[in-house]
């Protein structure tokens, strides 16, 4: 029988690998969206090395042993096999566990006296190009030259331009010198002219060029977009609703709420939809295409759209169907926060039969909401606004709403579409309908 191949010991010890876990049921691989050490640092059983993603499931991988690590499996935005060697550890043990292959150790090279030491590499920039690992500020490349690359997620972004903070001259203490919320915090707190400068006021021409590498959840998300764009035609129907009844009704559930949750819009469009839904199965539904088949689904999982500082999740609201007001206000509330700390697991995250999408305060009058693929229909709640509308002698005040319903014209003709819409116009504008026994 063959042996496995290993590595002579150092003084610390054998160097082993952490490979890629099963992160879950038929993923063969995962993208790595962040890393948490670098070549060189030293970290304990247990410690967190780093985050990867798959199907906009968020996984983060801790270390098999204590040690140093000596090299790192790929840069941001690589896609590795499950097995595949995350990083190689140099241990403090005297020996390898039983049965561990030895990988071979990264070539070494001797650098020249003229030259500086080469820099392992851990991350790349916005533009793809290798950058190395970071051993101090120093090191993150603060300040940066005009056009140079900045390592900050969209939400850092926003802040430093919110406050004319100018994130070339920010030193950055993430991965690679990532720029952190706790970085601006720092400089907000540090005393006027103390090194990071506000950008000006005036007006100019702006020079600057940011290219942003396309990865982790945002490829995702694109990855969906492009597929459900390219595969459904879509027909889009917009109504307005006078949704002044639902909020009097909601206002008055939430003024005696005691220690429930609070009561949302999207907790009644949730119990309209399961309502709607036994006139009209078609609308919960999945197209298999490629075998030409539709499957119309008894329960009603409902997936909500979700904005996070990583991109939008669409988390699951499992059988609304038999979920009490209450009840389903409380599991989107959980839903949502798990979604935007990241701790969403692979289940919250899949199995959805139709989509609400919501703007919330900052929508549009209307939008036009992609389809969620393989589902067959997605309803977008659009804006509401105090409007003035005709009652037959006068002008009334009256909470309105547009609600746009975008659907597969392959398997949802228009008559129907516009009749399911006018399903859910009249059970939003009168609420009573949602909660009236269907048999009575």
């Known amino acids: 029988m063959e042996q496995p191949e ?4 150092t003084e610390a010890g054998p160097i082993l690998p952490v490979r890629l876990p099963d992160v879950g049921e038929g993923v063969t691989e995962a993208e790595l969206v962040e890393w948490h050490v670098k070549v060189g640092d030293d970290v304990q059983e247990d410690q967190l090395l780093a ?10 991988i801790p270390s098999l042993y204590a040690g140093k690590v000596v090299q790192l499996g790929g840069d941001i935005g690589a896609v590795l096999a499950v097995g595949a060697n995350l990083v190689l550890i140099e241990t403090k043990t005297a020996a390898a566990p039983q049965g561990i292959e030895m990988p071979k150790p990264p070539p070494s090279k001797a650098p020249s006296p003229a030259a500086p030491p080469p820099v392992p590499l851990s991350a790349a920039d916005d533009a793809g190009r290798p950058l190395p690992a970071r051993a101090s500020i120093a090191q993150s490349g603060a300040p940066r030259s005009e056009g140079s690359p900045v390592l900050a997620s969209p939400s850092v972004r926003a802040r430093a331009r919110e406050n004319g903070i100018d994130l070339r001259q920010v030193a950055g203490s993430g991965p690679a010198g990532r720029i952190t919320h706790d970085d601006l915090d720092g400089i907000f707190a540090a005393p006027a002219g103390a090194g990071v400068t506000r950008t000006s006021s005036s007006r100019g021409p702006r020079t600057a060029s940011t290219q942003i590498k396309v990865v982790g959840m945002r490829r995702k998300i694109a990855e969906r977009m492009a597929l459900a764009n390219s595969r459904i035609p879509h027909i889009t129907v917009i109504e307005e609703v006078d949704v002044t009844a639902l909020e009097e009704l909601r206002e008055r559930l939430n003024a005696g709420r005691g220690d429930k949750p609070k009561l949302t819009l999207l907790p009644f469009v949730t119990a309209a939809l399961s309502r709607a839904f036994v006139d009209h199965p078609e609308m919960n539904a999945h197209f298999d295409d490629e075998a030409g088949v539709v499957t119309r689904h008894g329960p009603v999982h409902l997936g909500i759209a979700t904005m996070t500082d990583a991109g939008l999740v669409v988390p699951v609201l499992r059988h609304a169907e038999a979920l009490r007001l209450w009840e389903s206000a409380a ?6 926060s798990v979604a935007r700390a990241g701790k969403a697991n692979r289940d919250e995250l899949s199995g959805s039969t139709f989509t609400i999408t919501s703007l919330g ?10 389809i969620n693929h393989p589902e067959v229909a997605i309803l977008g709640i659009n804006k509401m606004a105090v409007r003035p509308m005709w009652d037959g002698s006068q002008f009334q005040p009256r909470k309105m709403m547009n609600i746009s319903a975008s659907f597969d014209h392959r398997v949802i003709d228009g008559w129907d579409a516009a009749v399911f819409v006018q399903k859910m116009k009249s059970l939003l504008e009168t609420p009573t309908l949602i ?3 269907q048999n009575a």
């Open 6 to 9: 290993r590595l002579p010991s």
């Open 51 to 60: 985050a990867v993603m798959t199907d906009k499931a968020t996984v983060e």
């Open 331 to 336: 599991e989107i509330a959980r839903l949502s």
């Open 361 to 370: 305060p900052l929508g549009a009058i209307a939008t036009t909401p992609i």
């Open 435 to 437: 909660f009236l026994d």
